[in-house]
């Protein structure tokens, strides 16, 4: 007897919950790069600037923000800067500049979000229904307060 038959429901229900994930998550990044030239990573860094002040950010907010890596943002950002849609700034300490979003990079996400927002108001949000997505983010709520407690006290990562 191999370990898949010990499932219990609950790691069944886990499991449920990552095939989604990975599946409608996939689907979305397929749609932003077919329709919009959008990778994922762009879209990310794009929502990122536009939610902050003045569509600009340093790089270490901006690491922190979505926990990336140091070399997978530099790189990201070089990427993004080659097309356009990001650029950086210098601030005082050249280490460590600022990002700031393009008017071509603003274009760009108000381009692909209200459809982005459709797709997943199509494939999940509707498809939950508003009880449903209540109690859903507030479970997503406690884990995220969890995995907060867990990195501050329990993990040396």
């Known amino acids: 007897m191999g370990w898949e038959q010990d499932l219990?429901?609950?790691d069944r229900m886990w499991r449920t919950y990552i095939e989604m994930a990975k599946h409608l998550n996939s689907h979305l990044q397929?749609?932003?790069?077919?329709?919009?030239?959008?990778?994922?990573?762009?879209?990310e860094v794009l929502v990122r600037l536009t939610e902050s002040k003045r569509?600009?950010?340093?790089?270490?907010?901006?690491?922190?923000?979505t926990q990336w890596e140091k070399s997978r943002l530099s790189h990201q950002l070089t990427r993004m800067v080659q097309r356009g849609l990001v650029e950086r700034v210098d601030t005082d300490d050249r280490r460590y500049p600022?990002?700031?979003?393009?008017?071509?990079?603003?274009?760009?996400?108000?381009?692909?979000?209200?459809?982005?927002t459709k797709m997943v108001h199509a494939l999940f949000i509707d498809v939950l229904g508003h009880e449903r997505l209540a109690g859903f983010a507030e479970a997503c709520a406690d884990v995220l307060r969890t995995l907060d407690e867990h990195r501050e006290h329990d993990c040396p990562l």
């Open 8 to 10: 219990g429901e609950a």
């Open 30 to 43: 397929q749609h932003l790069q077919r329709e919009y030239d959008l990778s994922a990573a762009d879209f």
């Open 55 to 65: 569509r600009e950010m340093p790089v270490a907010e901006l690491a922190a923000a």
């Open 98 to 116: 600022d990002v700031r979003l393009t008017d071509k990079g603003y274009a760009a996400i108000n381009q692909a979000v209200p459809e982005h």
